[in-house]
């Protein structure tokens, strides 16, 4: 009868062009459901069986109407500022920048470079077999805002409570099963004491980490050999950072920055916008000041800037500022001679337009600039080091994170919703079996029940995951729908956050944003509206 219902729909165009192809291909779930409602009815002899009955059949003729019900749902804006706390736009004064992956963006070859030269510095300086290097860099593994386990050497995506999301925990390239994650920790919370094992992996360059991580683990565990995880993880750690502080990969991106840097017009312009309107402007970044010299040459070049150097645009520019430290240390500030690549030895009490800085810390910046933080924002990828220490000194903060704009095209399309609604039936269903007074007689009957349910959530969860990532699913959002640990952070050291720079030039400068009046941990997360289902 149901399919039947949905066949008619079809035909008489009562169902969305874009989503009747989508909810025809799904007639074997439906047949899954039918089967349910027949083993319901099989124990109707109770009342209880048969309210459940009853509202089961209610259900699927709701999971019926759902793809016209979507069509009217408002989607979320990919090029969007959300917002976790009110900023008036108009009362800031100043704007700061971080440098790599928010003023500057890089083409996936930058992935593959860090963990191909990280692989030959474990082999050819840290003594690791030579058959790891066979391993190449796999851009579907990793998402942003994993942890690694130092103890016991799992990838974990965990949600805002501190859980393991049941199918986000690999050991080297393998996942885990709930009851191998249980059988290994105990239970899927991570604890306080776990957590001191546990070191994030929060920005754009831990892609090409984590995936290093995986698969030195994974060779380990094929090899049948013993291996201590903390080591692992401290010899990734400095093959990666070696990668960086050697300069190995600055130079490599300048020497082809056609291959590796993406232009953004737009960003300039927005730049350009700010100093017009008033605004200062300073750059803040860990990176050397030749690389960022040379990266900025290259995206201005087809600009047709006006002015002699990109510098104009800035009224500070600090180098190597080795953040998260300069929040909270006493370092002072050195300037840096680009003539002669060496650091001068006079102080610094103030800041002068046509010269450049390294190092620094946030109390002798303050104190220089005579900027309160209120006035000031800062904008940066990386969630602790860029913002945890601005957010607490009472900056406020812009989180740039260039994975929202896809996440939030794929939470608009109508497989994403389709899927999410037919989860939101199925958690409602399970919610009614599992409150439900159970007689022994039958039992098994809810049994089976309880069991063909969690196949067809398991069903939606891993269809839902695959349309981000198959081993991790989405950055934001964990599979039960919670949002994730790296959401948390979002949530607290990001006032406002938006995929790209250049999203700002659609809000006027004086625009007053705020978060949403409708309570939600992340202003862009669209849940399907519990309306959908309600019944008669």
């Known amino acids: 009868m149901a399919l039947a219902r949905l066949r008619l729909l079809d035909r008489y165009g009562l169902l969305s062009p874009a989503l009747s192809a989508t909810a025809l291909r799904s007639l074997g779930d439906l047949r899954a459901l039918c089967t349910l409602s027949t083993t319901l009815r099989s124990g109707a002899g109770e009342d209880e069986i048969e309210r459940i009955r009853r509202e089961f059949d209610d259900a699927k003729r709701n999971y019926l109407s759902i793809p016209a019900a979507i069509k009217d749902m408002p989607k979320m804006n990919p090029q969007g500022i959300y917002v976790n706390k009110n900023v008036k736009l108009d009362d800031l004064q100043v704007y700061g920048f971080d440098y790599d992956y928010t003023l500057s963006h890089y083409s996936e070859h930058l992935q593959c470079l860090i963990y191909d030269l990280a692989k030959r510095h474990l ?95 994974q060779h380990f565990i094929d090899a049948k050999l013993e291996f201590d995880p903390s080591y692992i993880y401290e010899d990734v750690n400095q093959s990666i950072q070696h990668v960086h502080r050697s300069g190995l990969i600055h130079r490599q991106i300048l020497s082809e920055p056609e291959k590796f840097l993406i232009k953004k017009s737009q960003v300039f312009r927005f730049l350009k916008m700010l100093k017009e309107k008033g605004k200062k402007l300073f750059l803040l970044t860990n990176s050397p000041f030749y690389f960022v010299d040379g990266g900025m040459r290259y995206l201005l070049e087809d600009q047709h800037f006006d002015g002699n150097s990109w510098r104009e645009l800035f009224d500070v520019v600090i180098a190597q500022a080795n953040k998260p430290t300069f929040y909270n240390s006493d370092h002072p500030f050195r300037v840096y001679d680009t003539q002669k690549d060496t650091l001068t030895f006079t102080a610094v009490d103030k800041f002068l337009p046509d010269q450049v800085y390294y190092h620094g810390c946030l109390k002798s910046f303050l104190q220089i600039t005579k900027w309160k933080g209120s006035e000031v924002i800062y904008f940066g990828d990386h969630l602790l080091s860029d913002l945890r220490g601005p957010s607490k000194a009472g900056w406020r903060t812009a989180a740039v994170i260039r994975e929202l704009e896809d996440e939030i095209e794929i939470q608009n399309g109508d497989s994403y919703r389709f899927q999410q609604a037919k989860l939101s039936i199925i958690h409602d269903l399970l919610g009614k079996v599992h409150a439900a007074v159970v007689s022994t007689e039958k039992g098994q009957v809810y049994k089976a029940l309880l069991n063909e349910l969690n196949a067809e959530r398991r069903q939606c969860r891993s269809g839902m995951r695959d349309l981000f990532n198959t081993s991790f699913g989405a950055t934001f959002l964990t599979d039960t729908g919670r949002e994730s640990s790296f959401s948390y952070h979002i949530h607290q050291y990001a006032d406002i956050y938006t995929s790209k720079l250049e999203n700002f030039l659609s809000y006027a400068p004086e625009s007053w944003l705020h978060p949403p009046h409708d309570i939600k941990i992340m202003p862009h997360n669209a849940k399907v509206p519990a309306s959908l289902f309600s019944t008669s």
């Open 123 to 217: 082999v050819n300086e840290l003594k690791y077999p030579e058959s790891c290097l066979q391993y190449e860099y796999d851009r579907t593994f990793p998402i942003r805002g994993l942890y690694y386990d130092r103890l016991k050497g799992c990838l974990l995506k965990l949600d805002f409570f501190g859980s393991i999301e049941p199918d986000g925990c690999f050991f080297g390239r393998q996942r885990l099963s709930l009851s191998e994650i249980k059988e290994l920790y105990g239970t899927r919370h991570i604890g306080r004491d776990q957590a001191r094992h546990l070191v994030g992996l929060m920005d754009v360059f831990c892609f090409s980490e984590a995936c290093l991580i995986a698969d030195i683990v």
